[in-house]
């Protein structure tokens, strides 16, 4: 079923801001209670097999990390936890799907949703990845049917795409100038004498920024404090008095760590936007599990536990919650975050269907397209340039820069677009690429003035919140330099904007490549919506093979076309 990542919220507050690691219980209470077992897991992103890399692992100390993930093994974890409890059910918080590597993004996502069921999900709120695809898409991921376009995955033989087991909750998603949301935005669980747990789901509101805009073309997303507390206030009248929260946002720890590391059963000055949701949300709510960041932490905030397990199946959220019989009340809540470790048997149910999507992929997965001189990373300059960025926008150069697309000069990358690093292990495979770039997103070439570039590059400072930035990746030849300390607007040097070293004036019409995302303005980079004489282009990831194909061995971008002063 739908992955719910359930992150208790019971946050005492304490100094600075007020945050303490997850553990006494709250509500104590002494009339005779039940108690109800919550699994949780957030942004797995369809990593069926075991993620490789940093996205592999989770720290144990501040020098040692442990090896964890893969839906075989969730499986394992999931029934292992569950033995003993009466009462017990899992959960997502989105993020599921979308961003997934080869063997589940070839097939729309199918795979992880049949891999989903098999684990016995009950609800999963909707991340922003939910809507990579259209409201449609995600409509499809819950009932079932025939992919529009390609028919065969989801229609092929005798087994067509029945869709999730699980039930999707959006509670703040609502068509635009309606009431109706698109997705039930509540559940009421029910068992034993007495139990009623009301799940209430829901995905950032900041969607829109992230998303490409046809994606959410037509919705409307609401405020998540006033929409979690309006439901709240539904679910008591409805007698319902235990709620807890799926929520698709989140936040981090951040140093100095306690134990001198990241635990991630810890809760140091936790920061991000989940903090002033939570103080925010009525005294109904009882827990609140986390999402978005991909960070992993167990918290309390203002009596209620808050919780994120990470990202990619590597950890899962394990809450006790304590009923009481007579209010139907939670009068005590803890939890845990427990690593998926690869030391146990693989759930066979999840792993047949993992077999059969592999052989599917695999003659496309393993074919080899190239090599690299050595690991192509997403670390940021101080400028916020990467190695893999320069890379991914030199393919995307080449590609465009002929006279059929009117000779692009620079291609502009989107960081987030970027998921993984490029790890030097002998040889590089489509699969490697993709999993870099899994949006499959086709590429844009339109003429834009040297000013909208200008103001394009402003752009890209207090994106999405302020002090926030999301540095653009640039091709080889495009050149600039920015000033963060100065005013919004007047960031970028318009004089240091050059191309082959010749500056770029106002008025200059220059061709500028980019995908279809970033094209719509996705991101906030709404100045792309400005150019004209847009001519469409092939697929991003078929142009990055190619690239390795032709330029093998690849090294790492210089990461010199970007400078920061002051």
Known sequence: MRRIVAVVCALGLTAGLGLAPAGAQAKPGKAKVQHLQVLAINDFHGNLEPPTGSGGRIPTSPTTTQDVGGAAYLGTWLDRLRQ?????????????????PLISGLFHDEPTIEALNAMGFKYSAVGNHEFDEGIGELLRMQNGGCHPTDTEGSCQGEDPFTGAAFQYLAANVRYAGTGKTVLPPYEVYKAGRGMRVGFIGLTLRGTPDIVTPAGVAGLQFDDEVQTVNRYADQLKARGVNAVFVLLHEGGQQNPPYTNGYQDVNGCDHLSGAVVPIVQGLSDAVDVVASAHTHQAYNCRIDGKVVTSAASFGRLITDFDLLIDRRTRDVVGATAENVPVSRSVPKDPAVQRIIDHYAALSGPIANRVVGSVTADITRDPSPAGESALGDVIADSQLEATAAADFGG???????????????????????????????????????????????????????????????????????????????????????????????????TDSVRVTMNNFLATGGDGFTVFNQGTDQLGGPVDIDVFADYFTKHSPVAPGPRNRITRTG
């Not at 409890?85 to 979308?98: C, E, K, M, P, Y």
């Open 84 to 100: 003993g409890h009466r009462h017990t059910l899992t959960v997502g918080a989105g993020d599921l799907i979308g961003a997934s």
């Open 408 to 506: 692009s000069k620079v291609a502009f990358m989107n960081p987030g677009g970027i998921r993984v690093d490029l790890l030097d292990d002998g040889s590089v495979t489509y699969n490697d690429l993709y999993s870099i770039q899994p949006f499959a997103n086709t590429l844009v070439v339109k003429t834009m003035t040297g000013q909208q570039i200008k103001d394009l590059l402003e752009q890209q400072f207090d994106n999405a919140k302020p002090g926030e930035d999301k540095i653009l990746q640039v091709s080889n030849g495009f050149t600039y330099s920015y000033d963060r300390s100065k005013p919004a607007g007047s960031r970028v040097d318009a004089s240091s904007i050059a191309i082959a070293g010749v500056p770029v004036a106002a």
